[in-house]
């Protein structure tokens, strides 16, 4: 009776004591070795898209590499830099970051230690000339150049049949030209050419850039806005499309993609980037085509070629950097299959001219009637005028935004070229 | 087996007071521990709660003030678009497209500024006129299109209500521009000329979720979470990003029970877990804010139920060890004192009881002792006083003479005499007069074996002189008994047996007696080949009619007694006999020499 007892108490004791002594963890595997970079960017359809791919890409280079994509809106990237930056703080930075054309200078001249070189880890040569100006500074290159904002005119094969043109009737046109056709179509059609957006002159953008001009002088801080012939020309084209009523005014992007894809507008002059809003309407097939864009009446050395956007990938003088460097060369730098995937999967044209000969690059769009679409932006990439966008692109637009309703309402053009000329010299400088 | 089988019953037995005493003392101590424990769980939970209720609800008042504030931008920018002639022209006139072009390029001026109201915001602004014109900010988060936007749910509510701010919330695919997670609330509002009452259109801003979320999002954690419901029950803002846009009816039905009793709050399971549940109600977005702790990773860190119960078992298994051995040690001494006592009888209370241990039991044996004691003396005297009785009744039976015996001999005696046979009448009367002496005179009890034969011898001879010679007698004794000492009057009534009732057929016959040492025993045996008895019962003695003995008042049947009253148990008489074959007697004596 006394040994059951004493048994079942000791048994008691042991169990309950072992119960408590196995509660230990190893708690180690801390990452403090840069096995991570970190990638900030917009849009996760395109840009995300395209880093998702290149992680793939260079799995095969460097598995160990851990590549962290973090999608945050262009305001906010653009935000946080300059908060992080201007405060000296490098905590919390990405390793990279897509950086657009239009404000890289502004970055790349307010902070440029900041930022590493990344002058000989690529071939510079062998890309499109145009996006070299915006992403260097002082000859040293910053910026590895990504996607390119070549544009082009969009156009509904269809209405223009209708008003009796051929898509070879727009070929290498001009702004005179285009307003001609334009007439024509409403007449026929009853529809506008094209969407505008009063806030955004990306169409002045991207005229004045056929001329190779800019808001700002080669030095990218002289405002050239008084006696920019370019400028003024452009000035003139948008009035006389106004004039003409073939604007169908929109207020914001969503506004934009149903004026062409509810088919109110007749062609739609932007950069390649907008093919996948263009044919995400699927009952439009076969209707477009893509022609080179009008180029300035009267301006010497203009080209039907321009841009509008586009955007780089930085890498940022932090920890890691070696490792970010090297990522981008292997990939956005040098890798022409890696081109053919992109381009394969999201349509995506880059400015990496090798790309060009690839198979993806000659193949034909049923959507746009068998044209070859990326071959020809392809083409037009090559002959976009290179600009420096300067640092101030978006304040400067500011100004010639109330400069247009100014002249759109009468007021002089020489006058309102040279008042926006004056604002701008007092707010930049 | 049969021997284990009993063996533990037995221990069982005598330790039965202890199991019980145990068993209940174990009973009462895990009851009471447990209970203890329990209890301080619950209070310590109980206080924990409350405390974590009050913190928590200053920070849902906090979050609330969060809200009110972006309710505030949103009604000044409100205002702003409302009190704007322009955004009214806009949306009532018909205009060219150009003319449209320029408003829409001071709408956006407009825009800007009114939008530096919500610049600590992610938020976008659509207006939508009456005359189908549209204007957005931008709609990068809410991408609804223009056509959506009039036929929606949203739009109709607001025009049911032209004079409201109300909250809705509204969910897209986001497919042209990739940002947000689609989740939106919108806040919308009915154009309306105050004057007139004419509704001219609707303004609506979009606040991102994540934007609503910022409020709070600090002061969750794994297990802290806050869900922002509308009137309807969908949860239209929460850390926990899944849940957006589900409907959570249960959470309503917590909202007016907590709305109409002042609980801060109450605890109710949900997903599966615990929870805490805390209430805060936002009236100007008609929301309800929840927040919701998991009971388990907001207290239970707090509280190690784990250490505790062990500490609480350790405790007990303490206090068992002490309980046990204690009071072992009590009931053992009781235990050995009750299997004493209950032993006592099978001794013949010859077994005292150990006076140790505790007091009580000490004076409990010492009671026992000395009772038996006094039971002792008592059967003492009482078989003095039966053998004192015995005696003085078996010497009165042994001086009653029958006077028919004397008569008889006497008369025999005459009629010797008068045949004239001297000596005859002489041995006649030698024998009668030495037994007279023998068994009257000799008042000692016993006598020797020689004595007690030379009695039989004379009683022999008489009745041989009576009654004639067919019945021979034969003495065997061995030498060295001779001197061996026995009850007077022994063999007498056996050969009176014998010589009366034994040849009751038989013509003739002979008797033997017999007497020998065998041992310590003396052993002495009457046997005669007369008629024998009936019956198997060898020990019986034989039933006689007669009341009265021939010679003195002994008689067979006292013999046995005497000899067991005299000499103890083991000693006595036994009888075997045969029918037509005769009857053996055998008397066992210890040997005592005088």
């Given amino acids: ?429 | 087996m049969v021997e284990n089988m009993r063996f533990i019953p037995d221990r069982f037995k005598h330790n039965g007071l202890f199991i019980v005493m145990f068993f209940i003392t174990v009973m009462m101590i895990i009851t009471v521990s447990v209970t203890i424990t329990w209890t301080t769980i619950r209070m310590s939970e109980q206080f924990f709660i409350k405390k974590f209720s009050i913190t928590n609800s200053k920070v849902m008042n906090q979050v609330k003030e969060s809200f009110e504030s972006l309710n505030y931008s949103v009604v000044i920018a409100s205002n702003n678009l409302l009190s704007s002639g322009n955004i009214r022209r806009v949306l009532t006139e018909e205009e060219s497209n150009a003319e449209k072009m320029n408003s829409f390029f001071y709408m956006s001026q407009q825009m800007k500024h009114i939008k530096s109201n919500l610049d600590a915001y992610e938020i976008e602004i659509v207006v939508a006129g009456r005359n189908g014109v549209n204007y957005a900010t931008e709609r990068n988060y809410w991408p609804i299109s223009d056509e959506e936007l009039r036929k929606s749910v949203i739009t109709r509510n607001t025009l049911e209500e032209p004079k409201r701010l109300m909250y809705q919330y509204d969910h897209r695919n986001n497919q042209i521009t990739g940002l947000g997670d689609g989740n939106v609330i919108v806040a919308s509002r009915a154009l309306m000329d105050r004057i007139s009452g004419k509704v001219y259109g609707s303004l609506y801003f979009a606040i991102q979720e994540s934007e609503i979320r910022k409020f709070y999002s600090s002061y969750t954690s794994p297990g802290n979470n806050v869900y922002v419901l509308d009137k309807t029950g969908v949860i239209v803002s929460s850390n926990q990003g899944k849940l957006i846009g589900k409907k959570a009816d249960n959470f309503l039905s917590y909202a007016s029970g907590m709305k109409n009793n002042s609980h801060k709050y109450i605890i109710k399971n949900f997903m599966g877990k615990e929870q805490i549940i805390l209430m805060e109600y936002l009236p100007s977005f008609d929301m309800y804010l929840f927040n919701v702790i998991d009971k388990q990773t907001a207290i239970g860190d707090l509280i190690n139920k784990k250490e505790i119960v062990l500490i609480s078992i350790g405790i007990v298994l303490v206090a068992l060890v002490i309980v046990f051995l204690a009071s072992r040690r009590l009931t053992n001494s009781l235990s050995r004192l009750v299997k004493q006592i209950a032993n006592a009888s099978k001794y013949d209370f010859h077994q005292y009881v150990c006076e140790t241990d505790t007091y009580e039991t000490r004076q409990i044996g010492n009671a026992i002792n000395s009772m038996l004691d006094e039971l002792h003396e008592y059967v003492d005297k009482l078989v003095l006083a039966q053998k004192q009785q015995r005696n003085a009744e078996l010497a009165a039976l042994q001086q009653q003479i029958n006077p028919h015996f004397l008569y008889n001999t006497l008369t025999s005696i005459k009629f010797m005499v008068l045949q004239g046979g001297k000596e005859d009448t002489e041995a006649t009367i030698n024998a009668l007069i030495s037994l007279l002496q023998n068994t009257i005179g000799n008042v000692s009890e016993t006598v020797s074996v020689k004595q007690e034969l030379d009695n039989l011898k004379n009683y022999v001879f008489i009745n041989q002189k009576r009654y004639g010679n067919r019945i021979k007698v034969n003495y065997f004794v061995a030498q060295d008994c001779e001197e061996h000492q026995i009850p007077k009057l022994l063999l007498q009534p056996f050969m009176e047996n014998s010589f009366f009732h034994g040849f009751n057929h038989k013509p003739e016959g002979y008797i033997n007696v017999l007497v020998w040492q065998e041992g310590d025993n003396l052993i002495c045996e009457v046997v005669d080949n007369g008629d024998g008895m009936e019956g198997s019962l060898e020990s019986n003695l034989p039933h006689t009619k007669r009341k009265q003995q021939l010679f003195s008042g002994i008689g067979v049947k006292n013999v046995h007694e005497r000899i067991q009253l005299i000499y103890g148990e083991p000693y006595g008489v036994t009888i075997s006999s045969k029918l037509g074959e005769g009857t053996k007697v055998r008397i066992y004596l210890p040997i005592k020499e005088i």
């Fill in chain 1, 1 to 429: 009776m006394k040994k059951v007892l004493a048994l079942f108490l000791v048994s008691i004791l042991l169990l309950s004591a072992c119960s408590s002594g196995s509660k230990e963890k190893a708690n180690s595997g801390n990452a403090k070795d840069t096995k991570e970079i970190t990638v900030w960017a917009w849009d996760p359809n395109f840009n995300i898209k395209a880093m998702n791919l290149a992680k793939e890409a260079y799995k095969s280079e460097n598995p160990d590499l851990k590549i962290k994509i973090v999608e945050n809106a262009q305001a906010d990237i653009v935000q946080k830099l300059n908060t992080s930056l201007s405060s000296g703080t490098t905590k919390g930075l990405p390793n990279i970051v897509l950086i657009e054309d239009y404000r890289a200078q502004s970055f790349l001249k307010a902070y440029p230690d900041m930022f590493q070189e990344l002058t000989g880890s690529f071939k510079a040569a062998d890309f499109a000339p145009y996006k070299l100006a915006p992403t260097s500074l002082d000859g040293k290159n910053y910026g590895l150049p990504f996607d390119t904002g070549v544009t082009g005119l969009y156009v509904r094969t269809d209405y223009l049949e209708k008003a009796g043109y051929k898509v070879a009737d727009l070929k290498d046109i001009d702004w005179k030209k285009y307003i001609e056709i334009g007439k024509k179509v409403k007449e026929a059609t009853g529809k506008q050419m094209l969407t505008l957006d009063p806030k955004d002159l990306g169409l002045i953008r991207m005229m004045i850039q056929t001329s190779g001009s800019w808001y700002l002088k080669k030095d990218g801080v002289t405002p050239d806005i008084a006696g920019n012939a370019a400028l003024k020309e452009a000035f003139k084209t948008y009035k006389e499309i106004l004039d003409a009523d073939l604007v169908k005014p929109v207020s914001d992007w969503s506004q934009f993609v149903a004026g062409f894809n509810s088919g109110d507008v007749a062609t739609v002059p932007t950069g390649n980037w907008i093919t996948p809003s263009i044919k995400s309407e699927a009952s439009q097939a076969g209707k477009w085509a893509v022609v080179a864009m009008p180029k300035q009446t009267g301006i010497n050395g203009s080209v039907n070629a321009s841009n509008l956007g586009g955007s780089s990938w930085y890498v940022l003088n932090i920890p890691g950097k070696e490792k970010a460097m090297d990522f981008l060369a292997k990939t956005f730098g040098s890798n022409v299959d890696f081109y053919q995937t992109l381009n394969k999967e999201m349509g995506a044209i880059g400015t990496y001219k090798p790309a060009a000969e690839g198979e993806a690059y000659k193949a034909a769009d049923e959507f746009f009637g068998g044209q070859k679409i990326i071959s020809d932006f392809a083409s037009w990439t090559e002959q976009i005028p290179q600009v420096n966008y300067g640092m101030h692109t978006y304040a400067i637009e500011d100004i010639i935004a109330v400069g247009m309703q100014d002249y759109l309402k009468g007021k002089d053009i020489d006058k309102v070229l040279a008042d926006a000329q004056k604002q701008a010299e007092e707010q930049i400088k």
